[in-house]
């Protein structure tokens, strides 16, 4: 299946006196392209973000959720600007190799950030609210088509009854 593809499903009817339950699921792994690790998708509400293979030992970590009502904004970024808004932030937990490699969590208290880089010029950054990290920076296969998913899938969180 196409990468950064955006599927909606819609269960339930009036007739059965089901309620409706909309579903996004937005498939977006990086493992096809050989380079990353890591799948985020959207589903139930939530954003998922998990982390396979080598990222997750060096990242000392497997994988998060945030619900989408925490999802400030999903974009794709320039990888040095993502690292120059990071300035200062401290390894918390997982591993980093200058120019090579940013894996785990970043900073404390409100400015915790989790990262997965590995070299890549453009990464998907998604900045929360009222979670346990205030971004995430991550290389997936194409961060622009999985932002533009991303944000789609918000004003459905957003004004659902």
Known sequence: MAVSQLILTHRGSP???SSPVV???LLGSARDAGTVSVDVDVSAGQLNVHFHGWDKVIALFSHTT???????????MQADDAHKDARGLHKAAGTGIPGRVKAGAW???????????????????????????????????????TARAITVALPVVRHAP
């Open 15 to 17: 007739a059965t006196g």
């Open 23 to 25: 579903t996004l699921a």
């Open 66 to 76: 945030a619900p989408l009502s925490s999802v400030l904004g999903a974009r794709a």
């Open 107 to 145: 900073g404390t208290g409100g400015r915790r950030q989790l990262w997965c880089w590995h070299r890549e010029e453009e990464v998907l950054v998604v900045d929360l609210a009222g979670h346990r990290y205030t971004r995430m920076v991550l290389n997936v296969r194409d961060p622009g088509a």
